[in-house]
């Protein structure tokens, strides 16, 4: 049985596989269609994507693609902590603009599901934190877009001082929320 948290979007959620410890380590299922099936999620994931960031302070996002490849995600950490931010772009909506954020850690083992609709990044927390994630869509360089991940419109409380964040130029020159299309 999957144990499914609420996040600060009801869309967005925390996922707690259940881990078996013993004196080996630990094993967990971490993805497994049917039993997400009867939790109410129904994702079909296509590509496994894995990122490592090796300085603690790295910011990657925040990221999303646009229809018709727009993109789920479920991100889970294998090595190190990460702070994750998932931000509601659907104009229109109630939530457009709101944020929800996780501590998600190999130690904690917890993994984020967040549907298409919803721009996501990430801050490393510890050196060589290193991150999976599957997607229900492939990867389109051409539906790819991003928002400034210092929106001051959003507020996200980045656990880095943004003259310390370590990010990609493509990530500095993101325009605000309030600037998409």
Not at 47 to 71: E, K, Y
Not at 131 to 147: L, N, Q
Request: charge should be negative; hydrophobic fraction near 45%.
């Amino acid at each position: 049985m999957l144990d499914i948290r609420d996040t600060a979007l009801p869309e967005v959620k925390l996922i707690a596989p259940r881990r078996f410890d013993d004196a080996r380590g630990t094993f967990c299922e971490t993805w497994s269609r049917a039993a997400w099936r009867e939790a109410g999620i129904d994702a079909e994931f296509v590509q496994d994507n894995q990122s490592l960031s090796r300085a603690a302070g790295t910011i990657r996002g925040l990221h999303f693609q646009v229809a018709p490849v727009a993109q789920g995600k479920l991100v889970r950490v294998i090595a190190g902590a990460i702070f994750d931010v998932v931000v509601d772009i659907r104009r229109g909506e109630p939530g457009f603009g709101r944020i929800a954020t996780a501590v998600l850690s190999r130690d904690n083992g917890l993994q984020l599901y967040v549907p298409a609709g919803f721009a996501h990044g990430f801050c490393s927390l510890e050196p060589d934190s290193e991150v999976i994630y599957k997607v229900t869509a492939p990867y389109s360089p051409a539906h790819e877009r991003g928002i400034l991940w210092s929106d001051p419109d959003l507020a996200i409380p980045w656990p880095v001082a943004p003259d310390a964040a370590v990010l990609s130029d493509r990530d500095r020159h993101h325009p605000p929320l309030a600037l998409m299309p």
